[in-house]
């Protein structure tokens, strides 16, 4: 199996999401490649620095869209 295809599944697997490939068979291959072994510790490291990192405040922009909001317009598209 090539590398890439290793690197795709591997990313699905730090982010939590179905792997594209059958789990043992990408366990196999990093029992015997250590250039994927190493690329899965650098971007699970990344991954967890970025997850430890605080979210930028967003400013709350509600009034400002509503404001410009034709007088009319429905604020809810529930039936």
């Known amino acids: 199996m090539r590398c890439e295809t290793i690197r ?4 699905a697997r730090i982010d939590g999401e ?3 490939i059958a789990p043992g068979a990408l366990d196999r291959h990093m029992a015997t490649c250590a250039e994927c072994r190493s690329w899965y510790r650098r971007a699970s490291s990344l991954h967890r620095t970025l997850a ?3 979210e930028p405040p967003v400013p709350d922009l509600a ?3 509503l404001r410009h909001l034709p007088p009319d317009a429905p604020l809810s598209s529930a039936s």
Do not use: H
């Open 63 to 65: 009034a400002d869209i």
């Open 8 to 11: 795709e599944a591997l990313s």
């Open 52 to 54: 430890a990192q605080p």
């Open 18 to 20: 179905l792997e594209p």
